[in-house]
Nanobody
Framework: QLQLLESGGGSVQAGGSLRLSCASS???????MCWFRQAPGNEREGIAS???????TYTDSMKGRFTISRDNAKKTQYLQMNGLKPEDSAMYYC???????????????????WGQGTQVTVSS
């Protein structure tokens, strides 16, 4: 079974940057990948997705500050986060869909595999 492992979370001050990584146990060449986050008391929200063709989709509120990318040879996707704000504090999850090569979606039901999450805390 494909497994995902996130890393790169931590504590930063407002305005700082973090780069999250999500390593897969299997090849990711043909799969849609995505980043989600969830803060306590809030619903899980999609941040950005990247298709197998490299096409990207961002939630409007994340555009300009967050950048999603992937390195298929390393079986890894990334999320570069700049200009972090306290409201960005959350558990961040990566997800992968083996059903879709590319799709404009942030529906959790479209994704088959999930990482365990990495915590991001932004202090003011």
């Amino acid at each position: 079974q494909l497994q995902l492992l996130e890393s790169g979370g931590g504590s930063v001050q407002a305005g700082g940057s973090l780069r999250l990584s999500c390593a897969s146990s299997e090849d990711i060449y043909s799969y849609l990948m995505c980043w989600f986050r969830q803060a306590p008391g809030n619903e899980r929200e999609g941040i950005a997705s990247i298709g197998a063709d490299g096409s990207t989709t961002y939630t409007d509120s994340m555009k300009g500050r967050f950048t999603i990318s992937r390195d298929n040879a390393k079986k890894t996707q990334y999320l570069q986060m700049n200009g972090l704000k306290p409201e960005d504090s959350a558990m961040y999850y990566c997800a992968l869909s083996q059903r879709y090569y590319m799709k404009d979606t942030f529906s959790a039901a479209d994704f088959d595999s999930w990482g365990q999450g990495t915590q991001v805390t932004v202090s003011s």
